[in-house]
């Protein structure tokens, strides 16, 4: 989803080159929704570089409703003793209760000629006990990009990406 259409284009300036969000809608057991940040490099996942959130049991009952998005906001980032640069990423949940953020900084890969970013195209239905990707990134050193039919099978094939991936959790968890 384009974040800045209409009125909210007047916040364009506080953005990153790399923003967007995701409309999400559940309900159901589940009683958390909760969004994870992962780093791959060459295939493999290296590490967890943020997780945020959220009840969304309904007052009064064990049911999980949730009808809001997942927005974020990527700023790259350099300064004199930092040539390489870092990216500060800002993400958060926001629905008509409020919103709950977070923010985490990621060094950059060294030396990138290249970079894209990765978005869903339209609805994407997702069963209760699985998370998906909802945004990612890649970059390379090399010459060239690829982007194959998925975002998961493009951050497994990158040689260096991050992705946020939503999902919904049981009470407890």
């Known amino acids: 989803?384009?974040?800045?259409?209409?009125?909210?284009?007047?916040?364009?300036?506080?953005?990153?080159?790399?923003?967007?969000?995701v409309h999400l809608r559940y309900q159901g057991k589940k009683s958390k929704i909760q969004a994870e940040m992962e780093v791959w490099e060459n295939g493999v996942k290296t590490k967890t570089a943020g997780m945020l959130s959220q009840s969304i049991l309904e007052r009064g009952t064990d049911t999980g409703k949730y009808a809001g998005d997942f927005i974020f906001s990527v700023k790259e980032e350099k300064n004199e003793k930092d040539t390489n640069g870092k990216y500060q990423i800002t993400y958060g949940f926001v629905d008509k209760n409020g919103y709950s953020s977070s923010e985490t900084m990621l060094d950059k890969l060294q030396n990138y000629t290249m970079q894209s970013t990765l978005q869903l195209n339209g609805a994407k239905?997702?069963?209760?006990?699985?998370?998906?990707?909802?945004?990612?990134?890649?970059?390379?050193?090399?010459?060239?990009?690829?982007?194959?039919?998925?975002?998961?099978?493009?951050?497994?094939?990158?040689?260096?990406?991050?992705?946020?991936?939503?999902?919904?959790?049981?009470?407890?968890?």
């Open 1 to 21: 989803m384009n974040l800045l259409e209409g009125e909210a284009v007047k916040f364009k300036p506080f953005m990153g080159l790399h923003s967007g969000g």
């Open 125 to 173: 239905t997702v069963a209760d006990s699985n998370s998906t990707i909802v945004f990612g990134f890649q970059a390379t050193d090399e010459n060239g990009l690829t982007t194959y039919g998925s975002m998961e099978e493009t951050i497994q094939k990158a040689k260096w990406a991050w992705s946020f991936g939503c999902r919904l959790l049981i009470k407890g968890a």
